[in-house]
C-alpha cells in the first residue's frame, strides 16, 4: 500500500539479512514497491541487479551532483544504462552548491545531459537540489524538462520553488525530514502540496523519520513519513498511501501493480 519512491538498496547490503531481508521487511509492512536510486557508475549496476531479483523492486540511473567531474556518464552512456527494462528513471541528478565548490559549471552541464537522456528516453527525472533551487529550476524550466516529467526528491525547499515544479508537471517527494519538529516551513510546504502530485520516501539509508531518528535508515519506516502527513494534513493514513502509490503509478505507468491487497496498516 505504500511506496517508496526514493532508497539507496544497495547500501543495505551489510543490514542483517542483507538487501533480501530489507525488500523483504517492507513487503511484509505493506511497502508494495521500492524504486533503487543510483548516484554514480558502479550504483548504476547495483540498482539495476538488485531490481533484477526481486519483482518489487525498480531502478533509476545516474550521476549524483556532487560526484566528481570524472565521473559524469555521457549522453550515450546514460542513454545505453537505461536500456534495461527495470530502469524507469534518470538521477538522482541536479545541483548541489552546498558541498561543492569553486567553478562548478561543470555540475549544470551533466545536469543537461541528464535531461537530454530523459528526453528522448521519456523516462522521469531524480532531482536533486541542494543551496542551488533557482539555478535548478531554471534549469528544469528552459530545458523543457516537463517533456521527460519528474521528481523533486526529499523536499526541503520553499512553496515559490515548489510551485514552480507543479507547474511544470513535477511531482514533489518527502522525506524522513518532514518528521522532524525544526522542519516547520516544509510542513508548511506540505500542507499546501496539492494530494495528487504527493510521493513519499525514505532516501534510505539516510534522515530516518520520527520515531527512529539518527538510526539507519530502511525502506520499511517510509510508513512514518505517511503517518506523519495524514496527522499534519488532517488526513487519514489509508488515503496518503493510496494516493501517493496512486501518484507513483501515473508517474511510472510501467511499473506493474502488485497483486497484494492488505487489510490494514500496522503502524
Given at each position: 500500500m505504500?511506496i517508496?519512491?526514493?532508497?539507496h538498496?544497495?547500501?543495505?547490503?551489510d543490514?542483517e539479512?542483507?538487501?533480501?531481508?530489507?525488500v523483504?521487511e517492507?513487503?511484509?509492512?505493506?511497502?508494495?514497491?521500492?524504486l533503487?536510486?543510483?548516484?554514480?557508475q558502479?550504483?548504476?549496476?547495483?540498482a539495476?541487479a538488485?531490481?533484477?531479483?526481486h519483482?518489487?523492486?525498480?531502478a533509476s540511473?545516474g550521476?549524483?551532483?556532487?560526484?566528481?567531474?570524472?565521473?559524469?556518464m555521457?549522453l550515450?552512456?546514460?542513454?545505453?544504462?537505461?536500456?534495461?527494462?527495470k530502469?524507469?528513471a534518470i538521477?538522482?541528478?541536479g545541483?548541489?552548491y552546498?558541498?561543492?565548490e569553486g567553478?562548478?559549471?561543470?555540475q549544470r552541464?551533466r545536469?543537461?545531459i541528464h535531461?537530454?537522456?530523459a528526453?528522448?528516453l521519456?523516462?522521469?527525472?531524480i532531482?536533486?537540489?541542494?543551496?542551488a533551487?533557482?539555478?535548478?529550476?531554471?534549469?528544469?524550466e528552459q530545458l523543457q524538462?516537463?517533456?521527460?516529467?519528474?521528481?523533486?526528491h526529499?523536499?526541503?525547499?520553499?512553496w515559490e520553488?515548489?510551485k514552480?515544479?507543479?507547474?511544470?508537471?513535477f511531482?514533489i517527494?518527502?522525506?524522513?525530514?518532514v518528521t522532524?519538529?525544526?522542519a516547520v516551513e516544509l510542513?508548511?510546504?506540505a500542507k499546501?502540496?496539492p494530494l495528487d502530485?504527493?510521493?513519499?520516501?525514505?532516501?534510505?539509508?539516510?534522515l530516518?523519520p520520527?520515531p527512529h531518528?539518527?538510526k539507519?535508515n530502511?525502506?520499511?519506516?517510509v510508513?512514518?513519513?505517511?503517518?506523519f502527513?495524514?496527522?499534519?494534513?488532517?488526513d487519514t493514513?489509508?488515503?496518503i498511501a493510496a494516493?501517493?502509490s496512486e501518484?507513483f503509478h501515473?508517474?511510472f505507468p510501467?511499473v506493474?501493480r502488485?497483486?497484494?491487497h492488505?487489510?490494514t496498516?500496522t503502524?
Amino acid at each position: 500500500m505504500f511506496i517508496d519512491s526514493h532508497c539507496h538498496l544497495n547500501m543495505l547490503a551489510d543490514q542483517e539479512g542483507g538487501i533480501t531481508a530489507v525488500v523483504a521487511e517492507a513487503h511484509a509492512a505493506a511497502v508494495d514497491h521500492i524504486l533503487c536510486i543510483a548516484i554514480d557508475q558502479a550504483s548504476c549496476h547495483e540498482a539495476k541487479a538488485i531490481a533484477e531479483q526481486h519483482e518489487n523492486v525498480s531502478a533509476s540511473v545516474g550521476v549524483h551532483p556532487n560526484v566528481d567531474p570524472e565521473g559524469t556518464m555521457s549522453l550515450e552512456a546514460l542513454i545505453e544504462a537505461a536500456a534495461h527494462p527495470k530502469v524507469i528513471a534518470i538521477g538522482e541528478t541536479g545541483l548541489d552548491y552546498f558541498r561543492s565548490e569553486g567553478d562548478l559549471q561543470w555540475q549544470r552541464d551533466r545536469f543537461s545531459i541528464h535531461i537530454d537522456a530523459a528526453k528522448q528516453l521519456k523516462k522521469p527525472l531524480i532531482i536533486h537540489t541542494r543551496d542551488a533551487r533557482d539555478d535548478t529550476m531554471d534549469m528544469l524550466e528552459q530545458l523543457q524538462a516537463e517533456e521527460a516529467g519528474g521528481i523533486i526528491h526529499c523536499f526541503t525547499e520553499n512553496w515559490e520553488t515548489a510551485k514552480r515544479a507543479l507547474d511544470i508537471g513535477f511531482y514533489i517527494s518527502l522525506s524522513g525530514i518532514v518528521t522532524f519538529k525544526n522542519a516547520v516551513e516544509l510542513q508548511e510546504v506540505a500542507k499546501k502540496l496539492p494530494l495528487d502530485r504527493i510521493l513519499i520516501e525514505t532516501d534510505a539509508p539516510y534522515l530516518a523519520p520520527v520515531p527512529h531518528r539518527g538510526k539507519t535508515n530502511k525502506p520499511v519506516f517510509v510508513k512514518h513519513v505517511a503517518e506523519f502527513l495524514a496527522q499534519l494534513r488532517h488526513d487519514t493514513v489509508e488515503n496518503i498511501a493510496a494516493s501517493t502509490s496512486e501518484n507513483f503509478h501515473r508517474l511510472f505507468p510501467t511499473v506493474a501493480r502488485m497483486p497484494i491487497h492488505h487489510e490494514t496498516i500496522t503502524t
